[in-house]
């Protein structure tokens, strides 16, 4: 046997034994040649660069998210997390039930029992996703980085400010308030966008009581101090108002006797009616029901501006412009996008759009690799009439210039899961098939159409285009459906499941995402609430309110939660709101 083959099979023999014995082997060999340590060198060095090669090759993707909310939160949950290199990068490091934030300022419930951690929540990801407690400051689009900052204010040593890389990036950081630039709204309104609003609101509440008590006011000084103006008449508003006005009746009507007959709730809105979105009889029985209970409801109302002691607003019916004295403003008229998603927009071409426009994939309009969610997105649809002589030509198999009802009938999934409009087209006209769209102009079916019936057809589809509401239900859904996708990458690449591309060849890789609306509620104090349910269904009454503390319970993102929220609710029948300042 050669000493060159000798040693050969001795490394193989050796190859799981550590450095240490294979140097020993070479040291004992080295006499036979120089030749034979330099062939054991060379054939570790490969060994090493194969490692290397191999390691590079299986190197995980990035996905960073931006935003703990509830579609960051909904997309983290679902996600496969071993298939990515998963980082997380949001100011708070809570993940907060926002639907309850207005039972949260009277005390109804408390503040942490609406919260989950986010570490809690990553930790039973078997530690494979990493946070970082920072606000993303400026996103670079070019090169995919982003620039992050810790921003709690103290005095521990270490750089605040970091930059990630991403591969993809999905942003999902909601919106903040929208004041209209309204003059003096900043520095004297409240908002209830966060948790921190929602404790500072209690605290002010009975700073209001406390101060309306003291020796020496007037009467009107003391009802000046307890009137409690909320602008806006969405759900956010109409629900505070509606809790305000249980604590006060319920619990501080006894705790300040002195002053019980000087409460006083208004309600602005600038629309014609209160909970607008809405069926209109919920709407109606909120504003019934507001009047019973003594809260006065302002519709037709602008306020253009608000200083420490006066909000000022105009009646879009006179023309009149008034001035009303308060003791505090809630403001909750909508949102608007943050200043980095605009930084961000401007960069992609997107500067002229007040919100960051996706596809149907949410994916966002002119940036590679970057998705955009919830509040801080639109989901931009495609118009049908931009594609109809695709679609024509796709469904016209045998070119005749003519499509027949068979032929039809082969795009007609594809269509309704591309345009959504078109099926929201066919309910509103009450039509069961999008077949019975093929009829000449005086209604009569007929077996075939050209370009010009058929785009006579679907024109009016577009009209149906709706943008989704900015609520807790759609950024859920939309983060379920995006960790669907990005768990299914690899298996769909070459195997797309999505509807027919009518412009070009083949198939979407994913279906587009579709909202689906599982109903609303609208809590109205005294045990009382409104519902509206899929199917047209309207609830109003005790019962819903029921309903309503059955699905909150079970929506809770974690059993901790759960428990507190609905020990928080027992403990509230017994022995009330607690009034502290706390």
Known sequence: MTILSFFTRASRAFNGYPSSSKLLLLCTLSLSGGGVVAYSEAQVDASKTSVQVNEKDCKKKRVVVLGTGWAGISFLKDLD?????????????????????????????????????????????????QFWEAECMKIDAANKKLLCRYTV???????????????????????????????????????LKEVEDAQKIRRTVIDCFEKAVLPG?????????????????????????????????????????????????????????????????ISSFAEQKFQRDGIEVQTGSRVISVSDKEITMKLKAKGEICSVPHGLVVWSTGVETRPFVKDF????????????????????????????????????????????????????????????????KDVIDDILE????????????????????????????????????FKLALCQADSQVKNLPATAQVAAQQGAYLSKCFNRKSKWKDNPEG??????????????????????FAPLGGEQAAAELPGDWVSVGRSTQWLWYSVYASKQVSWRTRVLVVSDWTRRFIFGRDSSRI
Not at 106 to 111: N, Q, R, S
Not at 508 to 515: A, E, K, L, M, N
């Open 81 to 129: 997390v071993s298939a990515y290199d998963v980082q997380v990068v949001s100011p708070r490091n809570y993940f907060a039930f926002t639907p309850l934030l207005p039972s949260v300022t009277c005390g109804t419930v408390e503040a942490r029992s609406i919260v989950e951690p986010v570490r809690n929540i990553i930790k039973k990801r078997n530690g494979e996703i």
């Open 153 to 191: 204010e103290n005095n521990l040593v270490g750089n605040d400010e970091f930059s990630l890389e991403y591969d993809y990036l999905v942003i999902a950081v909601g919106a903040q308030v929208n004041t209209f630039n309204t003059p003096g709204v900043l520095e004297n309104c409240h908002f």
């Open 217 to 281: 006011l007037s009467e009107e000084e003391r009802r000046i101090n307890l009137h409690f103006v909320i602008v806006g008449g969405g759900p956010t508003g109409v629900e505070f108002a509606a809790e305000l006005h249980d604590f006060f009746q319920e619990d501080l009507v006894n705790l300040y006797p002195s002053v019980k007959d000087m409460v006083k709730i208004t309600v602005i809105q600038s629309g014609d009616h209160i909970l607008n979105m809405f069926d209109e009889r």
């Open 345 to 408: 927009m401007g960069q992609i071409g997107q500067a002229n759009r007040r919100v960051l426009a996706t596809d149907e994939w949410l994916r966002v309009k002119g940036c590679e690799d970057v998705y955009a969610l919830g509040d801080c997105a639109t989901i931009n649809q495609r118009k049908v009439m931009e594609d109809i002589a695709a679609i024509f030509k796709a469904a016209d198999k045998d070119n005749s210039g003519f499509l027949t009802v068979e032929e039809f």
């Open 418 to 453: 591309r345009y959504p409009q078109v099926e929201h087209y066919l309910k509103s006209k009450h039509l069961r098939d999008v077949t019975d769209l093929m009829k000449d102009s005086e209604g009569n079916d007929i077996d075939e159409v050209d370009i010009e019936g």
């Open 499 to 520: 509807p027919r591309r009518f412009r070009g060849s083949g198939r979407h890789q994913f279906h587009p995402f579709q909202y689906k609306h599982l109903g609303q």
